[in-house]
């Protein structure tokens, strides 16, 4: 009898403590996030889309920003999974190396910024939780994650890239080699858009 009651008073202590963990994020996590997404949306209408679409588009000629501060403001700003349309201010020869750098940046940044991949806060949740609890800094495991992640995707960038010009290449599709990006066409785009 006592092993069954034992058991049972386990059984129901796992959902006990699950339901301190959602109440923890009702009360602490939920309205960081609201808070934070909602400053966002009003810093883009602040500033303005195009005068936002127009700076993005200067980042790509470069590809040290191309894959680093791009995925980085498009993460920032637009948050998972809407970063990805960042993508639309890069010729079509550099959108696969532009995903590969956004996508890989999705974790690290949720350290520091968690309203940009909010869905998957839990996995850097509960590698800080263990790194607090053997003594570690959280904020400075977050400040780590994020430059970690900086480096990272700007290697795949790279990589991606080279790789993606390779295989254009030997499948003979020169159109999306010589493309180049007009800032003009995306403003007409969002104009048929809307």
């Known amino acids: 009898m006592d092993i ?30 609201i808070s934070l997404i909602t400053a966002i949306n009003a810093l883009i209408k602040f500033i303005g889309e195009d005068r936002v679409n127009n700076f993005m588009a200067k980042l790509t000629k470069y ?27 890069l010729p079509e020869k550099y959108k696969p190396a532009y995903f590969d750098s956004c996508v890989s940046f999705l974790h690290p940044v949720t350290g520091i910024f968690p309203h940009a991949n909010s869905a998957e806060l839990f996995v850097f949740l509960g590698i800080a939780n263990g790194f607090t609890k053997a003594g570690g800094n959280q904020t400075r495991l977050a400040l780590l994650y994020f430059i970690t992640g900086i480096i990272v995707i700007f290697i795949r960038g790279m990589v ?3 790789l993606s010009i390779f295989f254009f290449k030997r499948n003979g599709n020169t159109e999306i080699l010589n493309q180049k990006l007009d800032v003009n066409d995306l403003k007409k785009e969002n104009a048929e858009e809307a």
């Open 63 to 89: 590809s040290i920003l191309r894959y680093t501060l791009l995925p980085i403001l498009g993460v920032f700003f637009f948050t998972n999974p809407m970063c990805y349309t960042a993508g639309r201010f």
């Open 4 to 33: 069954l009651t034992n058991v049972a008073t386990g059984f129901i202590g796992l959902f006990k403590a699950g339901g301190k963990v959602f109440m923890g994020y009702m009360t602490d996590i939920i309205p960081l996030l």
């Open 160 to 162: 991606t890239e080279r």
